[in-house]
């Protein structure tokens, strides 16, 4: 697929929704386990895509189409949920992502962006140039990926109570 | 985590309202494309994951109490689906996985099983001697395992479309 708008934002419109349904009150074996030392549990992650809202998705669209390739987007803290979500509950961080992720797409919607607009390029610190639907697109493929991570930890909980059966199990063989 | 009657219904509980969430209604690119040749859509693993409700879960918990390691499990086919999904929508199949789900949880809460009965052994085709525990666990798995392909088939849709961020995003790199 290439990148198109409404798809995009079908996709980023339920994944609050997905995480509301799946995590909002499960035991917490399944919320605080991770898969190890200096890895991330579910609601570690829930704190990670609060973050990404707050300082990544809308504010490097904003941050590209304001300054294209001349400044480079400001460096993403992969870690700073930790801190961010000291002392809160998953319910109050499900409701936080949900509205922030409301708010950043009526922000998208906004900005009545063309598909001409998808070629747009900005300055990534990493890797150069970059064009705006990249930078879309990884929004989208970033959900999904924390998803699998989500699922991943919590299968993995189970690795050793299915007995023979993780060689048919993916997530955990 | 060793297995607990109540974790693993909470989990396996949510799974029809998580695909609810994520699926109904998103646009036909998500939910029919697959990762190539002879691999699933998300429409597909729908289908599977019926197809698993109504000859695997409970069938083989039923099949276990009642012979033990007297006969083996009837074998699963991984790939019903594809005739029984013909011509129906991912609503339908949807609202299907939802009441056979529901029906299953009713049926193993009516059986009033114990944790020593989670020691019972039964007869896999393959493994030989498995546990009513370790098929209950992998049912759990086995859910969250189909969410990761879910997630993965779609991020993967995008995988020429995010552009040099593939190198951080686990499902596709």
Not at 26 to 38: D, N, R, V
Not at 42 to 67: C, K, N, S, Y
Not at 115 to 137: I, K, M, Y
Request: aromatic share 10%; charged share 25%.
């Amino acid at each position: 697929m290439t990148f198109d708008y409404e798809d995009a934002i079908a996709m980023l419109s339920r994944t609050p929704r997905v995480l509301d349904a799946w995590l909002r009150d499960l035991p917490s074996g399944w919320i605080a386990g991770t898969e190890g030392p200096s890895t991330w549990s579910p609601f570690d992650v829930v704190g990670h895509l609060i973050h990404g809202e707050r300082t990544d998705w809308m504010t490097r669209v904003d941050h590209l189409l304001a300054h294209g390739e001349s400044a480079p987007f400001p460096v993403f803290d992969r870690f700073a949920q930790f801190a961010a979500s000291k002392d809160r509950t998953l319910g109050e961080l499900l409701d936080t992502f949900a509205a922030l992720r409301e708010d950043s797409l009526r922000r998208l919607r906004a900005l009545h962006l063309t598909t001409a607009d998808l070629e747009r390029p900005g300055r990534h610190p990493e890797f150069g140039r970059v064009t705006l639907g990249e930078h879309l697109s990884t929004w989208v493929v970033h959900d999904l990926d924390h998803l699998v991570q989500i699922a991943r930890v919590m299968g993995r909980q189970y690795s050793a109570a299915v007995g023979p059966w993780r060689k048919y199990l993916r997530i955990i063989e």
